[in-house]
Antibody
Framework: QVQLVESGGGVVQPGRSLRLSCAAS????????MHWVRQAPGKGLEWVAV????????YYADSVTGRFTISRDNSKNTLWLQMNSLRAEDTAVYYC???????????????WGQGTMVTVSS | DIVMTQSPDSLAVSLGERAIINCKSS????????????LAWYQHKPGQPPKLLIF???TRESGVPDRFSGSGSGTDFALTISSLQAEDVAVYYC?????????FGQGTKLEIK
């Protein structure tokens, strides 16, 4: 079945780095843009970044620009989020999510992973 | 950035009754070239990922019960649950995808009265 599985979360000190992965299965990964969305404890949803289906275009929220990098390998059906210079305010559950439409970046998310928790704390 | 504001923050409705959640955007999310509102609604239950309910402001995602409906255009939108079921208890979010950064409302917590 269509599935996204995140991994790589954990506890990290401020200023350090972490890389999240999202393994996709059950659909043609290379045909969909992919997003990262996060939810801080007790807070709402915040879109983080998107990468186009072919990896040629990337967009980021202002809060992570210059610190986070989204990437993908369509041959491995895998999405990543490299997070550098982590701050306490980056503490959240990070979800990967599929763009609903084929080969477009419109920004609606029809398939979500279960999420992976990132805690930034000394 | 487009700011999305939902009302109310929380809502308690009796089983079988109607629930209405409102969402207002700080600028229009109606794209003139295709006459579509770039507005989605999600349901988020504890311990689960969010679920897409509605896109283009009023189009139900496949498999979503028809008691869920979306309405509105421009800057004012609503999600209506026509007859509340126990399994509808969740936090509901509106989200604009008119422009990046894509932004969500703060969420509305729906409970059973």
């Amino acid at each position: 079945q269509v599935q996204l599985v995140e991994s790589g979360g954990g506890v990290v000190q401020p200023g350090r780095s972490l890389r999240l992965s999202c393994a996709a299965s059950g659909f043609t990964f290379s045909s969909h843009a992919m997003h990262w969305v996060r939810q801080a404890p007790g807070k709402g949803l915040e879109w983080v970044a998107v990468i186009s289906f072919d990896g040629s275009n990337k967009y980021y929220a202002d809060s992570v620009t210059g610190r986070f990098t989204i990437s993908r390998d369509n041959s491995k059906n895998t999405l990543w989020l490299q997070m550098n210079s982590l701050r306490a305010e980056d503490t959240a559950v990070y979800y990967c999510a599929r763009e609903r439409w084929l080969q477009l970046v419109l920004g609606a998310f029809d398939i979500w992973g279960q999420g992976t928790m990132v805690t930034v704390s000394s | 950035d487009i700011v999305m504001t939902q009302s109310p923050d929380s809502l308690a409705v009796s089983l079988g009754e109607r629930a209405i959640i409102n969402c207002k955007s700080s600028q229009s999310v109606l794209y003139s070239s295709d006459n579509k509102d770039y507005l989605a609604w999600y349901q988020h239950k504890p311990g689960q990922p969010p679920k897409l309910l509605i896109f283009w402001a009023s189009t139900r995602e496949s498999g979503v019960p028809d008691r869920f409906s979306g309405s509105g255009s421009g800057t004012d939108f609503a999600l209506t649950i026509s007859s509340l079921q126990a399994e509808d208890v969740a936090v509901y979010y509106c989200q604009q995808y008119y422009s990046t950064p894509y932004t969500f409302g703060q969420g509305t917590k729906l409970e059973i009265k």
